[in-house]
């Protein structure tokens, strides 16, 4: 059963902290846990990775993932899988609709490819995943960085497999929450793009809960 925010009670939640707009946030789910990302605002864009707490080198795969569902897009009841195609978290709840899973982390390298060569400068999401991991300090580094998750980011795909970047269609107050399986390593960067209308061009804060039932 989904619970509005009130109904969770204090005890139960083990975190719960606001990631301001553009900033990276790093944090272990624990199995049995649920995690669930509120758009505050709404049409934020949250690029989202996961890996195995307890061995970093099994993480979250999107080719498993989409193999597995038969389908592009992440919604309830979608199982998010690893690379040894374990299952890593379950989409539990989500107001949204849908969620990305192919248009990729924004980089210096495409903001330039995408936009002009003055934006190569500009924050990214790559840029906070790399900045969360030497905060983390566990030995993991860029090589760690693999295929995101965009949570509330809207990518339509035509029929031809063309990508485009779309206005959102989240609202303030929506959320995605996921059910950890294991316990999980989760690295997310509250993406910063003012170039494309996934933030609609004004990036805004989100919030992270996780309790136990």
């Not at 990775?49 to 309830?76: C, H, V, W």
């Not at 995408?114 to 934006?119: A, E, G, V």
């Not at 190569?120 to 090589?143: I, P, T």
Request: with cysteine; glycine share 6%; proline share 5%.
């Amino acid at each position: 059963m989904t619970l509005a925010t009130e109904e969770i009670m204090p005890s139960q939640i083990v975190h719960r902290e606001t990631v301001k707009a553009g900033d990276p946030w790093m944090h272990v789910v624990k199995a049995g846990e649920t995690f669930r990302i509120v758009d505050l605002e709404g049409n934020q864009a949250v690029d989202t990775l996961f890996y195995n707490a307890n061995n970093t080198e099994e993480r979250y795969s999107a080719t498993d993932t989409i193999k597995s569902q038969g389908n592009i897009y992440l919604t309830t009841g979608s199982v998010l899988r690893s690379n040894l195609g374990n299952p890593m978290l379950t989409i539990t709840a989500d107001t949204c609709g849908r969620h990305d899973t192919l248009g990729g982390a924004c980089s210096a390298e495409s903001n330039t490819v995408r936009y002009s060569i003055d934006k190569r400068h500009m924050h990214s999401c790559r840029d906070s995943f790399l900045v969360a991991l030497d905060k983390w300090d566990h030995g993991m580094s860029k090589r760690d960085l693999s295929s995101n998750i965009n949570f509330f980011m809207n990518v339509p795909v035509s029929p031809e497999g063309h990508l485009d970047f779309d206005d959102g269609i989240s609202a303030p107050g929506r959320f995605v929450e996921m059910k950890a399986e294991m316990d999980v390593l989760v690295l997310v960067s509250n993406c910063p793009q003012l170039n494309n209308p996934c933030n609609g061009y004004n990036p805004t804060p989100v919030e992270m809960l996780i309790w136990q039932e």
